[in-house]
């Protein structure tokens, strides 16, 4: 497939600027929108020997523009042009997050992770619930972009593949939906590599995988080879990532590990309970580390009373720098996971993860 030159305009409306990304399904091009004004990505398929792909993908676009979540990009027009499909959808710029993590070095914040780790939850929560399912099946963090608002977005419905640029249908099966599908296999779960079929359960392997990855900043072990360390009688080559950062709690690191089962039926049953699990375990952290600060800080006081005390506020935590640049750190709000009333209760399930995305201007 010879790649679109720039300047050429497609439908009278959409004008290539240049070519911002590549598979085995096709293309994604960044375009003008000459009518409204605005840049799009235009992804471009070809599936002239093979009619099921073509009408999969069709089948899927026409999904997928019904969508309406704050996590997943809009998609405002699909078309043919001879023997090639598009897929006109809101451009999302800047770098993926799996990149930001190769340019920084270092593990995101926890408390940046579990903000996106919500709204992802969230997101696939409401993907799940339609009738049938809709399951994206390639998450990873190449597949995740942030807004300029700091907010999540969930990329690649409908294009998805695997690493080796081979694309596959998958039939509808019980608790899933046919479509064009493809996998990452450090992010997919067993029965999705044996190709046995996917249900709402393989998206919350691919969505852990990804935490465990933007939390320690090491990418997990496939699932094959865990298969096959577990049926040797080895270790999990995947290590829990509260050995591997100090900062991620054990309640946190154990959801994150469940989530990454390699057996299906010990994973999660869905995404809401994996939320409300993931809710708590930071919650009850952050209630954890609160108590440790206060009884250093009320030992401290005892053994120099002449001391001056201050007021110590816990909404505030110090987080990294993850601009490209030089930037010194800056303190960033972040408010807790749940409200005093509520962590007095017991953590109330139904409580969100706040998170002042305005007060981090140098996030990744």
Known sequence: MKPLAQNTLIQ??????????????????LAVDQRLGS???????????????????????????RL?????????????????????MEHISGDDLAKRLELAQKPF????????????????AYLHSHEPPIIHRDIKPQNLKLTDDNNVVLLDFGLSKNSTGNTKITPGSSGSTGSVVGYTPHYAPMEQ????????????YSLSATLYQLLTNVVPADALSRADALLNGSPDPVSPPSDLVTEISSAVSTVIL???EVSLEKRFTNAREMQKALRKAYSNAKDEMSAKTVAFAAGDSTSNSSAPVHNTSFDKTEVMDYSPGQTPSVPSPVVDAVGADAAAAGADMEATIAFDPGAHPNLP
């Open 12 to 29: 009278s409306r959409y004008l290539i600027v240049q070519l911002i990304g590549k598979g085995g399904m096709g293309e994604v091009y």
């Open 39 to 65: 840049a799009v990505a235009l992804k471009r398929t070809f599936f002239a020997d093979d009619e099921m792909l073509g009408n999969a993908f069709e089948r899927e676009a026409r999904i997928l523009a």
């Open 68 to 88: 309406r979540h704050p996590v997943l990009p809009k998609v405002s027009d699909h078309f043919g042009e001879g023997e090639e499909q598009f897929l006109v």
């Open 258 to 260: 469940r989530g990454m």
């Open 109 to 124: 914040p926890v408390q940046w992770v579990m903000f996106w780790a919500d709204q992802l939850l969230d997101a696939l």
């Open 193 to 204: 590599i044996r190709g046995v079929g996917t249900s709402a359960q393989s998206d919350i």
